[in-house]
């Protein structure tokens, strides 16, 4: 390359968290029937993959107990992914005995996080999802992973790209190759982003790569451009940037799906999503919850809103 150019993708597809990761950590949990109402806004935006809840102990996360309900009231659309988080294999059995045909295995890249919290090592815990993979096939489900703590853990701060690696093996030896790498704790930046993205792309080719960032500190676009720099071409986000952060009450959530999908448009890479029915269900979401949205967009509007309204402002002039 003589000069310094960056191919750009035409096209990057955003995934819908907010029902799921977004809602887990709100105090004010929607009835059904809004999460309802919720999930059809975001299909009506034009986004394809939807993770609607999870099916966790309801004990445990009380604000996905009704996961199972949400599925069975839900009308599926064809062409939409909707897919579920699940712990093990009694989740795989609930999401399947719900109607999904999609879902989301996880576990945690580092170590120390994973034997504080489940007193197992992560290789061991994803050799473990062997009979969720033997009920998959049987069922026609299809299954994911997701690496939290990829980036920062609470525990060991930067975790060592080998352990991530580990991990990542492990579902690829059980025949799982979506993989989302996800920044569960906001401690990604864009140089570690690139950095891994590029190198598991090159170690991994038969693995489709989705990034999951949380903009705890402010991050978050700028990770989800380096991603793009370093070939990812699949993201999460959650409406009006819910979510909050379990180790640091009142920070930020989830990157909002609106300022993701804003920034890409403004790129000119498409989307496919309707970005004023995504701002819509963003307020929607904000009123359910009873906070205000965590959104950039939101408070500011459009970049071709403030166009207009300068235009306008001239011409009354
Ligand atoms: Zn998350």
Known sequence: MDKMTLAWPEKVTFCEVGLRDGLQNEKTIPSVEQKLELLNSVVASGVKIIEVGAFVHPKAVPQMADTDALCRAMKKVDGVEYRALVPNIKGV????????????????????????????????????????????????????????????????????????????????KLGITELSLSDTTGMANPRQVFDLGTHMIRAFPEVQWVMHFHNTRDMALANIVTAIQAGVRLFDGAFAGLGGCPFAPGASGNVASEDVIHMLHE??????????????????????????????VLKAGRCQDLVKEKAKAQNNK
Do not use: W, Y
């Open 267 to 296: 790129m000119g890479i498409e989307t496919g999503v309707d970005l004023l029915k995504a701002m819509d269900t963003a307020r929607m979401a904000a009123r359910f919850v009873g906070h205000e949205a965590g959104s950039a």
């Open 93 to 172: 059995q609930r999401a399947f005995d719900a109607g999904l045909t999609k879902a989301k295995l996880t576990v945690s890249a580092s170590e120390a996080h994973c034997l504080a919290n489940f007193n197992s090592t992560p290789v061991k815990m994803v050799e473990g999802f062997a009979d969720c993979v033997e009920f998959a096939a049987k069922n026609n489900m299809v299954l994911s992973g997701a690496i939290s703590t990829s980036f920062g853990c609470p525990f060991i701060g930067k975790v060592p790209v080998e352990m991530v690696e580990n991990a990542v093996r492990s579902f690829v």
